[in-house]
C-alpha cells in the first residue's frame, strides 16, 4: 500500500482556523491495528532490546532505482543540483515511493526546493555532517522541543510522534535540519523504510494561531516530506484545531481527491492511543511508556542515521550493466 500524506508539522502548524466542514470519517475513533501479525510483534519487541543496531542493506533493485533516481533529478533540475543531494535522504525517498522512480524525482526535487526556501541549501548528511548536527544546542533543542522518542509499532515500524508548534522565522533552518534528522532516523530500519510507518501528531500544544509571517513557506516543507505512514492519529485536539487540519487535509494536493486517504487519519484522545494502538514499551516515557528503551533523542537520531548505508552509485551502475547486457 503507498500513501503519500503532509506532514504536518515537523515545525507544526500556527496558521488560523477554517470554517470548512469535518470529515465525519476523520472524527472516527480508531480501529485497533488488526493487520499486524503476532509474529512481527514480537519482532518489534525484540528490535527495541537489540542494543547493536543492524545496518541496512539496499538489494540491487533498490540500488538501480536510487541511481536512475539520482540521474532524473539531475536531468530535471540541472546538474548543479548534484551538490545538494543527500544519498541516504534520496534513498529514504525512493523506498517511500515503492521504487517508482519519476515519482521520487519529483519529490526530491520539491524537497529540495522547500528546505532550500528556509536556508537549508545542502543536505549533504554525510557522516561527519550528522555526527556535528546532533551536537549543536541549537538543533538538540529542536528535536527535544518537536519529537518524542518512541519505539517500534505493532508491526514493527518506527512510530513518528510529533509534538510541536510554530516556528519563529531565527529558528527556521535549525528546526529544519533537525526535521529531516527526524525524519531520516525513524525510516533507519527495514520495516519503516520498505513497509511504512506509525504517524502520530500531538496537537495538544496548539494553542491561538499567532501568525509569524513564515506559515506558508513551512507549510510547503512539511508536505515535501516522503512519508509512507500505515497508521496516522492526531490526539489532544480540540475541536477547532480539528476542523483547521482536517479542512487542510482536504485542501492540499497530495490527497488528489483520494477519500480512501482521509480514512487513514484518527483523532484521538493521547491516553487512548499509549493505551490502546501503540505497545507501552514503544509510548513516550513522560506518557507512560518507556520509549522504545531509549534515553537520549540526539545519540538516537546519530546512531540511527549512520545506520543507514550511503548507496553506492557505482555499484548501481555496475548492476545496471549487467542487468542490460543479459
Not at 515537523?10 to 466542514?21: I, R
Not at 480501529?31 to 540491487?60: E, G, M, Y
Not at 513522560?286 to 550511503?310: C, F, Q, T
Amino acid at each position: 500500500m503507498k500513501i503519500e500524506i503532509v506532514l504536518i508539522p515537523f515545525v507544526l502548524l500556527s496558521a488560523g482556523g477554517s470554517s470548512l466542514p469535518i470529515a465525519t470519517q476523520a472524527l472516527r475513533p480508531a480501529t485497533a491495528n488488526w493487520w499486524f501479525k503476532s509474529k512481527r510483534a514480537a519482532a518489534a519487541v525484540a528490535q527495541q532490546q537489540d542494543k547493536a543496531l543492524p545496518r541496512l542493506a539496499f538489494t540491487p533493485k533498490e540500488l538501480v532505482a536510487i541511481r536512475n533516481t539520482y540521474d532524473k533529478v539531475l536531468k530535471e533540475n540541472g546538474g548543479n543540483v548534484g551538490e545538494k543531494i543527500s544519498l541516504r535522504a534520496l534513498a529514504v525517498t525512493v523506498l517511500a515511493s515503492n521504487l517508482d522512480v519519476a515519482k521520487a524525482a519529483r519529490k526530491y526535487a520539491k524537497f529540495l526546493r522547500a528546505v532550500g526556501d528556509c536556508g537549508v541549501e545542502r543536505m549533504d548528511f554525510v557522516d561527519g555532517a550528522v555526527e556535528e548536527l546532533t551536537k549543536d544546542p541549537r538543533i538538540v533543542r529542536e528535536f527535544r522541543q518537536s519529537y518524542k522518542l518512541c519505539g517500534a509499532d505493532h508491526g514493527g515500524g518506527s512510530i513518528m510522534w510529533i509534538h510541536g508548534e510554530g516556528v519563529d522565522p531565527e529558528r527556521e533552518a535549525s528546526s529544519v535540519r533537525a526535521g529531516i534528522l527526524y525524519w531520516l532516523a525513524v525510516h533507519a530500519d527495514a520495516v519503516s523504510m520498505r513497509e511504512g510507518i506509525t504517524l502520530i501528531i500531538d496537537a495538544s500544544k496548539l494553542g491561538p494561531a499567532t501568525k509569524r509571517g513564515n506559515e506558508g513557506k513551512l507549510q510547503r516543507v512539511n508536505q515535501s516530506y516522503p512519508l509512507r505512514p500505515r497508521s496516522m492519529m492526531i490526539c489532544g485536539a480540540p475541536l477547532p484545531v480539528r476542523v483547521f487540519l482536517n479542512s487542510l487535509f482536504r485542501a492540499t494536493s497530495v490527497f488528489t481527491g483520494d477519500e480512501n486517504l482521509l480514512r487513514q487519519i484518527r483523532f484521538e484522545p493521547v491516553e487512548r492511543v499509549v493505551r490502546e494502538h501503540i505497545p507501552t514499551s514503544s509510548a513516550p516515557r513522560d506518557l507512560g511508556g518507556r520509549g522504545g528503551g531509549v534515553e537520549n533523542i540526539e545519540k538516537w537520531v546519530k546512531d540511527r542515521v549512520l545506520s543507514i548505508p550511503v548507496p553506492s552509485l557505482a555499484v548501481a551502475n555496475s548492476i545496471g550493466s549487467v542487468a542490460g547486457r543479459s
